[in-house]
């Protein structure tokens, strides 16, 4: 709620922090874009804290499904409102808002009617947002907040870094940066999805008082990441190209990344 309200109402100063004061017309098309996708943040918020519940009783289908409807409800809408088809007016960046807000709504629902009327394991109801426990609270300001901030200084890191590029004034700089990032999300999204899936294991494995069979469990996964980590550095060094070249022919030669832009990608990328 915190971050919507500063969003909503300070749109151009939060996109002025991005890039210069000069260039107008980027700032008022990413404040157009962040006002509207700003009502999804605490939509998305309960999603993510739901799913992840789900997840916590052993129920991970669910979250699979919702991203892949998620994702198709997105792309799909993102085609149409940008590009204007379907009998649509072409959008552009506000139509790529519309489409992520849509596609976060769906995803709200659909978790928010699971947990209510068809999980039967977390029992979870209205009337335990109203209940209280000291201990819990304790136990999530002890070993959350190490975590919260250690995430906090990683995400002012991409704040400030983005900042810089968008300050550089190169559309370029800027072009290649982000193919970049978008390939490193790429690369982060399975070593982020097997951390949450050894962090399921984890809590249900020292739950059941198996602190041996944990020990054993963490030398595992410390050596499975080893080889997540070499192959990750290895399709990114082999297959950056590849990646770049899907921006030269997505849109066409005449629409897609320049050379300078290509030639900045693969310096981030290396």
Known sequence: IIISLIVLLFPYQVIGLFTKNENAEAISM?????????????LCCISKVLITSMRSVEVAKIGLY?????????VGLNCIFIFGKLGFPAMGVKGAAIATLISRIIEALI?????????????????????????????????GI????????????????????????????????????????????????MSSA?????????????FELMKQYAKTTQVIFIFVGVL?????FFFGDTFISLYTGLLGNSQGIDAAGQMYARQFIN
Do not use: Q
């Open 111 to 143: 978790i928010i009617i699971y947990v209510f009327k068809v999980d039967k394991k977390l029992k979870f109801t209205l009337a335990d947002l109203l209940k209280t426990d000291r201990m819990f609270v304790k136990d999530f300001i002890r070993y």
């Open 232 to 236: 990750s550095g290895a399709f990114t």
């Open 146 to 193: 190490p975590i919260i901030a250690g995430n906090l200084v990683w995400a002012v890191n991409m704040v400030v870094s983005t900042g810089i590029l968008g300050h550089v004034g190169d559309v370029s700089v800027m072009a290649g940066s982000s193919i970049a990032l978008m390939l490193h999300n790429l690369v982060y999204v399975w070593m982020n999805g």
């Open 198 to 210: 050894v962090g399921i294991i984890t809590g249900n494995t020292v739950g059941m008082g198996k």
């Open 66 to 74: 919702i991203s892949i409807t998620a994702l198709v409800v997105n």
């Open 30 to 42: 990413g404040a157009e874009y962040v006002k509207i996708v700003a009502s999804s943040y605490l």
